[in-house]
């Protein structure tokens, strides 16, 4: 067992307060709006996530990096967030079947972690305060100097960060022979999503965040899918104009997550930073449809406007959030359209909801 040196760290709120904490191995600072994942497991999912881009994410389990890493359980090609603070962090693993420490994976991409935090007390504090900018940093003599930096990071309000994260050029995945073919817009999208729409015997081109309507109708696709991805939706304007044009088509449509805020704001809904997001493998949902309860796994920062929403006279709420009532899940009542706040490709979270990959291929036979 090997000893690592760990040098004291600080957490320091745009709001001027500090935690206290020490760095796993390296020093450094990272800068990014500071949130939390409620998981107990699928860390390595979460790190991987192109939502989380540009975040400071904070692990509420207790332990961080007991089960390792496996090549597998990732949904993209590099770690997304900005940097990762926990309580305590293993540098041991037990799990057979792991390829790599956690520790390991995280100097792959020389992430910036902090363990041996408070988080009950960080988390307490966010969650009555709101999630707010953050820097993490061994620099604990220069804490002017870092706000000063800290000041100039932008809000997430506002922030565009979809073509952070987008493909740079069109690719395919699943078997070009699959029965049906699916145009996905990819603002983020996880490969987990993509396994799934395979699995439906789905060929699917994903484009670039900035795609148009014509573009993606070359491929000819039986339907079109808007992919989950961070930031504020509404500064994505080519994705509305390409979602708008797709709902005048009256094409099969369906949207995740950022996909599910861009359909609403399509049709005229706005969104909102709330003040605390949706974040961990366990949100309770109620499909209003079924009158059924799912037990969810959620990343997102911003949601739709309920009030709004119930007064459209094309849109039906179908899904809402139990702890707040916020809107989770909406279609269209002219159109071949729906949308979910949440992720139904359980990557990492329960399986639920995974009836929503079969109900976008109902739509399309039924188009």
């Known amino acids: 067992m090997k000893y690592t040196k760990k040098h004291k760290a600080i957490i320091l709120l745009s709001d001027g307060t500090i935690f206290h904490g020490k760095s796993i191995g390296k020093k450094g600072s990272a800068y990014g ?72 994976f995280l100097e792959q991409d020389n992430l910036f972690t902090i363990s041996d935090v408070d988080t009950r007390a960080l988390v307490s504090y966010i969650r009555d305060h709101g999630a707010m900018n953050a820097v993490i940093s061994t620099e604990v003599d220069q804490i002017e100097n870092l706000k000063k930096k800290l000041a100039e990071v932008p809000e997430m309000e506002g922030l565009e960060l979809a073509s952070k994260v987008s493909t740079k050029e069109a690719y395919f995945v ?52 808007i992919s989950n991805g961070p930031g504020d939706p509404e500064p994505l304007d080519s994705a509305i104009t390409l979602t708008q044009e797709i709902m005048k088509q009256n094409r ?20 909102y930073k709330m003040n605390n997001g949706h ?59 729906f949308s979910v706040q949440y992720h139904p490709e359980a990557s990492p979270g329960p399986n639920d909801a995974n009836y929503l990959f079969d109900q976008f291929i109902e739509n399309i036979k039924n188009k």
Request: net charge negative; proline share 3%.
């Open 33 to 104: 709006e500071i949130c939390f994942n409620t998981g107990a497991t699928g860390y390595q999912e979460v790190i991987t996530d192109p939502s989380y881009f540009g975040q400071l994410m904070v692990a509420t389990t207790v332990h961080l990096g007991n089960y390792g890493t496996h090549k597998e359980e990732i949904e993209s090609d590099a770690i997304q967030i900005a940097g990762l603070i926990c309580k305590n962090f293993s540098f041991n693993y037990s799990r057979p079947a792991a390829n790599a420490s956690l520790e390991e």
């Open 174 to 225: 699943g078997n070009e022979n699959a029965t049906y073919r699916i145009a996905a817009l990819d603002l983020g999208i996880k490969r987990n999503i993509l396994r799934n729409l395979a699995k439906k015997d789905v060929y699917i081109k994903v484009f670039p965040y900035y795609a148009t309507f014509e573009q993606m109708d070359a491929f000819n696709p039986d339907g079109f899918f």
């Open 252 to 271: 099969p449509l369906f949207g995740i997550c950022l996909g599910h805020q861009i359909i609403a704001l399509a049709n005229g809904i706005s969104t």
């Open 279 to 337: 974040r961990g493998i366990n949100h309770p949902v109620k499909n209003l449809i079924t009158g059924k309860g799912e037990i969810t796994s959620q990343n997102h920062g911003f949601a739709i406007n309920r009030e709004e929403t119930e007064n459209h006279p094309d849109i039906e709420i179908t899904h809402v959030h139990l702890n707040d009532n916020t809107v989770a899940g909406l279609r269209m009542k002219s159109k071949n359209v």
